[in-house]
């Protein structure tokens, strides 16, 4: 294939880092893993690979396919989405500020907050659902935006595309966690981010059983530069065995996105009718307080919906625990349902309301997932 951007969405998935226009016999028409760590060097001083840290021809398929899909220039592939945003903010300078949502995934917090205060990283966060709150917690060393959009767990959404516009007026970046959406839902630099954060542990890789991350820019200039010198400097790359898998993945994708997004839209209108739930947050519901910006930035909402029981904290983990089908496990975006009692996962100091239940909507049948739900809720409340 000489020109993956030719295609369609599904097909760049299935074809796009497959080089197919050899016609020799006898060829793997799955590109197999290359795990030799060292490559033969030649009279070109520019051949590379060289050495596996640096590159390696699974990672950079993988990284060709990804800045495909998210419609950017480039991508650095990482062994985890926490690597991929260490290596982000270790881009920014000593004394630089970094504006964060209210909302957001825990670890990325506590990346900024607490693990880069000794590179003296300032860091304050805001309601970035509202674009006047954004611009006035702007600093004169603000260097970056850092948006994650539906947020972790609340799913608040951010208009990515106002955003944007702010930054470009001052001269800011922008950086979005895609993780929830995955480019099948969402494409952020189309909207005018910088850069997109995934966490390939979770939609990507599809089937928890692999751990990854990745930045893809709009431009492979700038701040780029860097990170991808972080990432073959400090060598928080993935194995040339989980590219390959991460590949595999990546061809079923789309089809895995629409059963999320098809099985969680089932789930949120079952949750927003019973009678021992008090909130579902969900911004495919038309009252979630921001489904027009959802609707008009997502292509579907997603697989992931938070929920608060009408009962205590003990009560609420007494639901968490008393699934049968839906499994009690941290993470998300597998082929099967998980749920989690939030609040225990993210510890001392969360805010997240002990009564939320966060649910990962899986591919099971959805009348399976949503009886295991009222069975669970049954359990405790009949
Ligand atoms: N961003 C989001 C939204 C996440 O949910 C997670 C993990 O749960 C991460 C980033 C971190 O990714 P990883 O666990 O691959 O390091």
Same mark, same amino acid.
Request: aromatic share 6%; net charge negative.
């Given at each position: 294939?000489?020109?993956?951007?030719?295609?369609?969405? @599904?097909?760049?998935?299935?074809?796009?880092?497959?080089?197919?226009?050899?016609?020799?016999?006898?060829?793997?028409?799955?590109?197999?893993?290359?795990?030799?760590?060292?490559?033969?060097?030649?009279?070109?001083?520019?051949?590379?690979?060289?050495?596996?840290?640096?590159?390696?021809?699974?990672?950079?398929?993988?990284?060709?396919?990804?800045?495909?899909?998210?419609?950017?220039?480039?991508?650095?592939?990482?062994?985890?989405?926490?690597?991929?945003?260490?290596?982000?903010?270790?881009?920014?300078?000593?004394?630089?500020?970094? %504006?964060?949502?209210?909302?957001?995934?825990?670890?990325?917090?506590?990346?900024?907050?607490?693990?880069?205060?000794?590179?003296?990283?300032?860091?304050?966060?805001?309601?970035?659902?509202?674009?006047?709150?954004?611009?006035?917690?702007?600093?004169?060393?603000?260097?970056?935006? !850092?948006?994650?959009?539906?947020?972790?767990?609340?799913?608040?959404?951010?208009?990515?595309?106002?955003?944007?516009?702010?930054?470009?007026?001052?001269?800011?970046?922008?950086?979005?966690?895609?993780?929830?959406?995955?480019?099948?839902?969402?494409?952020?630099?189309? !909207?005018?981010?910088?850069?997109?954060?995934?966490?390939?542990?979770?939609?990507?890789?599809?089937?928890?059983?692999?751990?990854?991350?990745?930045?893809?820019?709009?431009?492979?200039?700038?701040?780029?530069?860097?990170?991808?010198?972080?990432?073959?400097?400090?060598?928080?790359?993935?194995?040339?065995?989980?590219? !390959?898998?991460?590949?595999?993945?990546?061809?079923?994708?789309?089809?895995?996105?629409?059963?999320?997004?098809?099985?969680?839209?089932?789930?949120?209108?079952?949750?927003?009718?019973?009678?021992?739930?008090?909130?579902?947050?969900?911004?495919?519901?038309?009252?979630?307080?921001?489904?027009?910006?959802?609707?008009?930035?997502?292509?579907?909402?997603?697989?992931?919906?938070?929920?608060?029981?009408?009962?205590?904290?003990? @009560?609420?983990?007494?639901?968490?625990?008393?699934?049968? %089908?839906?499994?009690?496990?941290?993470?998300?975006?597998?082929?099967?349902?998980? !749920?989690?009692?939030?609040?225990?996962?993210?510890?001392?100091?969360?805010?997240?309301?002990?009564?939320?239940?966060?649910?990962?909507?899986?591919?099971?049948?959805?009348?399976?997932?949503?009886?295991?739900?009222?069975?669970?809720?049954?359990?405790?409340?009949?």
């Amino acid at each position: 294939m000489s020109d993956a951007t030719q295609f369609n969405f @599904e097909t760049i998935a299935i074809h796009g880092e497959v080089r197919q226009d050899t016609k020799k016999g006898g060829e793997p028409v799955v590109y197999p893993r290359v795990d030799s760590t060292i490559f033969r060097m030649s009279e070109d001083q520019e051949a590379t690979p060289v050495y596996t840290r640096h590159a390696n021809p699974n990672r950079s398929q993988l990284e060709s396919i990804l800045a495909t899909l998210e419609q950017g220039e480039t991508c650095a592939a990482f062994s985890s989405g926490m690597a991929a945003s260490t290596a982000i903010l270790q881009a920014l300078n000593p004394g630089d500020h970094l %504006l964060i949502p209210n909302d957001l995934y825990h670890g990325v917090r506590k990346l900024a907050v607490e693990i880069m205060a000794s590179w003296n990283l300032e860091v304050s966060s805001v309601d970035m659902t509202k674009i006047e709150e954004v611009e006035k917690a702007l600093r004169p060393n603000t260097k970056m935006v !850092w948006a994650e959009t539906p947020s972790n767990p609340m799913l608040e959404i951010t208009d990515i595309k106002k955003v944007a516009d702010l930054c470009k007026k001052h001269n800011l970046l922008l950086t979005v966690d895609n993780t929830w959406p995955s480019p099948v839902n969402m494409q952020p630099l189309k !909207w005018g981010a910088d850069l997109v954060m995934h966490s390939t542990s979770k939609y990507i890789g599809g089937h928890s059983d692999l751990l990854g991350g990745a930045v893809i820019a709009k431009s492979g200039q700038g701040i780029f530069e860097k990170i991808r010198d972080i990432q073959q400097s400090t060598g928080a790359v993935p194995s040339p065995g989980d590219c !390959w898998l991460m590949l595999r993945s990546i061809r079923t994708l789309p089809w895995r996105m629409r059963g999320h997004n098809e099985n969680a839209g089932k789930v949120a209108e079952f949750l927003t009718g019973h009678p021992r739930i008090s909130e579902v947050y969900y911004p495919g519901l038309p009252d979630h307080p921001d489904h027009t910006t959802a609707k008009k930035q997502m292509a579907g909402f997603g697989g992931m919906i938070s929920f608060l029981v009408t009962g205590s904290r003990e @009560e609420t983990n007494r639901v968490f625990l008393a699934s049968g %089908l839906i499994c009690p496990a941290t993470s998300l975006g597998g082929v099967e349902s998980l !749920w989690e009692h939030r609040i225990r996962s993210e510890g001392p100091g969360s805010k997240t309301p002990d009564n939320l239940i966060r649910l990962s909507v899986g591919l099971e049948h959805s009348g399976d997932i949503i009886s295991d739900i009222d069975q669970a809720l049954y359990t405790v409340f009949q």
